[in-house]
């Protein structure tokens, strides 16, 4: 695609539809693949509770200062400013999740987290859905890693989400080396996904998390 200047336009929609043949079957483990932290907090609702994973200096700071607490919540809090579909488009295939029910909600919904809350994730999953199904090529890592006020019905509907929107795009858990581009094209399979519970010991699309090591220094420095 030209651009006003007229020099071509990058496009990272189908980097790895366009990758070099050599590296088709290359295992993914030995590729380098882009990814976001806290991949949803663009969607973070200044209007919402705070996240239970909070600590209480936090939640009292909200109770005193109210929206104006919240705001300056969300500067630290929101890590990208693209959504899910942005992202993808910029090449991200690796997605960072923290899931969270949301305190009193009588329609028992999961929601991205990260401080406050964010999109609920039946959402964020379709949205991912739908680029993969406009982009035959691409697959997506998605590491579900923290898990906040959830128990086991929570799981269970999680899961039951991921298949009804996901199906047969999905990989099943094997041997990591064995799983290439090539592959996963030959199977029709666009997403992993890593589930950092012992649900997914039970469930056959689940890699189990220590598979997906998500490291975090807790430092500034």
Request: aromatic share 14%.
């Amino acid at each position: 695609m030209a651009s006003s200047q007229g020099k071509p336009e990058l496009t990272f929609a189908d980097w790895m539809a366009t990758l070099p043949e050599s590296i088709h079957s290359v295992p993914l483990t030995n590729l380098a693949i882009p990814g976001s932290h806290d991949s949803f907090s663009f969607y973070i609702d200044e209007a919402s509770p705070v996240g239970p994973e909070q600590p209480e200096t936090v939640q009292n700071f909200v109770s005193v200062f109210g929206t104006v607490a919240k705001k300056l919540m969300r500067k630290w809090l929101a890590t990208q400013t693209m959504n899910f579909t942005g992202q993808l488009g910029a090449g991200i295939r690796y997605f960072d999740l923290r899931i969270s029910t949301k305190p009193r909600d009588p329609d028992n919904e999961l929601y991205f987290a990260h401080g406050l809350f964010s999109a609920k994730v039946n959402e964020g999953l379709e949205e991912i859905n739908s680029f993969l199904t406009d982009h035959r090529r691409e697959v997506v890592f998605l590491d579900f890693n923290h898990f906040y006020g959830m128990q086991k019905y929570h799981h269970e509907k999680l899961v039951q989400m991921l298949k009804d929107i996901y199906g047969n795009k999905m990989c099943p858990a094997i041997f990591a080396q064995e799983v290439s581009l090539q592959y996963l094209w030959e199977k029709e399979y666009q997403v992993l996904v890593f589930y950092h519970s012992p649900v997914a010991l039970e469930v056959p699309f689940l890699w189990p998390g220590q598979m997906m090591p998500a490291p975090w220094a807790n430092t500034t420095d």
